[in-house]
């Protein structure tokens, strides 16, 4: 036997045996954690007698507890109690050792594998309480400034040959921070030095969505891949970690936005579907239906009660984070929606690819059941004037209802604004003149 043929050999020989011990290696419910149940708790945690409603004599029982948290040892109960950090101390009139609560923590950080052929799964639940006390919103937050100081990779993860578009851009509302969206990443720059703060990675698509959190301390990422993935993140830009993912879409999403006390993440894309998530649990708690194309602009208002999305056909619709129901639906952009921002708890600036911006006073707007009724109601001048505004155009009958002699002029304005009867979704004020011209193929 040759001396290349020997090499091969002990080449294959060593790897299997590395492939053997990788396996050996792993903590799993059947082979390493079941027996440590056995010992300790399946006296009082068992089909016939499950205190606390708990279970642990299978996996199945177990994970349907809720009690452990894949890579997540903060907020897995049972850890906590059988270390004794929480009460009620388990076990109740003992302790595990210290290499049995080794191997439960092995066992949570790994990813609660049920058997050496598993896969592993991980808690998506955020590993802090992100929401704020409401009393704090709208002030500047305590301590240093919120910055990436020395915790994030200063060298791009992509590299490309020639440059590209710039995705997204955020402005922290404190720091001397901007956030610009690039290729599988997204750039940190000091608006005081030029230079970068820090790069945080996107490995899984292009961010297409970027906003800083009312204190800036977090920055939501949203983006994904085209027809494939969709999702966002919650990055703490002083730690320098990703602490939140949510959604799943089949679609890249467009457009996301973090409410100012922290409790929400509003996210939307090509399916149109405005989707709302808990920071608590990462839970989808929304998903709403109503825009007519892709939505492309997404933002909570002041104090998070109210969220406001837009989309490519120039429609904005403003929801409640909670319950979910739509509070108001503004029309009257011919273009797509690229901007929404809250001047107040009430009023909506928004900005259009018709060359124009608007200020929406939402207090103003006829509810949407005002609208509802516009679709069956008999035309007359006020129905005309209001359903288009509405979303619910409603043809003039073949004759006219006044003669010319006795139709009263139309309404200017002024008059119109200082009616009790202000149509649904009247914009405010409008800046700039809609163009002529078509929309762009970009915008299509």
Known sequence: MNTRNLRTIAFAVGFVAAGAGFAADKVTYEDNVLPIFRNNCLK?????????????????ALMTGEVVAGGDLDNSLLYQLVTHAEEPNMPPKSKLTDPEIATLKAWIVGGLLKDSGSKAVMSTKPKVDLALDPDSLGKRPEGPTPMPVEVLALDPYQRTERTSISTAIAVSPWAPLVAIGSQRQVLLYNTDTLKIAGIIPYPKGYPHSVNFSAN?????????RGANLGFSTV?????????????????????????????????????????????????????????????????FGPKGKYVASGDRAGGIHVWEAEPGGRAASLMGHRGRITGLEWASTNIVISSSEDGTAKMWNIDEVRPPSACAALKTATWSPSVAIAAPHCGAPVAAPSAPLLSPATSPPPASPATMASSSSVPTGTAKSTFGTPPTAKRSPASR
Not at 44 to 60: F, G, I, R
Not at 216 to 224: H, M, Q, R, T, V
Not at 235 to 256: F, H, N, P, R, Y
């Open 44 to 60: 009082c945690h068992n089909p016939d007698k499950m205190k606390a409603d708990l279970n642990l004599s299978t996996y199945d």
């Open 216 to 224: 800036g301390k977090l920055l939501i990422i949203g983006g994904g």
């Open 235 to 299: 990055w703490d830009i002083t730690k320098g970690e990703q602490i939140l993912t949510v959604g799943d879409d089949l679609d890249s999403v467009l457009a996301s936005d973090i409410s100012a006390d922290q409790r929400y993440i509003a996210h939307g894309g090509p399916d149109r579907f405005v989707r709302i998530f808990s920071t608590d649990t990462g839970e989808l708690v929304h998903k709403i239906k109503k825009h007519t194309d892709w939505i492309t602009a997404m933002r």
